[in-house]
Nanobody, 128 residues
Framework: QVQLVESGGGLVQAGGSLRISCVAS????????MAWFRQAPGKEREFVAV????????NYADSVKGRFTISRDSAKNTVYLQMNSLKPEDTAVYYC?????????????????????WGQGTQVTVSS
């Protein structure tokens, strides 16, 4: 079992920055690919960013590419999402998710249905 706890959400003006964090506990952190998804009111949950267990592979949604950066600190069992140049359309509840790596610790997936563990979410609100 893996427990995920997000933090760091809040209210920020458009153009600003925010870093959200997700602390994982329960299993060997490096065995898991970690991702961020988000869900805006009335919309489906969507992929934002993913990082492999090794940290060597990442992928981003086109809508955040060049603005958001995902990273992980194995010593702290934590994954981060640095969000810059925020836009009102980035407003959503952001969820951290984990899935055990398949084939190698470089493996990643953007398919939310493959993720086994989810955090409770943290609200990010970007005002115009």
């Amino acid at each position: 079992q893996v427990q995920l706890v997000e933090s760091g959400g809040g209210l920020v003006q458009a153009g600003g920055s925010l870093r959200i964090s997700c602390v994982a506990s329960g299993r060997t952190f490096s065995n898991y690919a970690m991702a961020w998804f988000r869900q805006a009111p009335g919309k489906e949950r969507e992929f934002v960013a993913v990082i492999s267990g090794s940290g060597g592979s990442t992928n981003y949604a086109d809508s955040v590419k060049g603005r958001f950066t995902i990273s992980r600190d194995s010593a702290k069992n934590t994954v981060y999402l640095q969000m810059n140049s925020l836009k009102p359309e980035d407003t959503a509840v952001y969820y951290c998710a984990a899935v055990i790596a398949r084939w190698s610790i470089k493996w990643i997936t953007t398919d939310l249905n493959q993720y086994d563990y989810w955090g409770q979410g943290t609200q990010v609100t970007v005002s115009s």
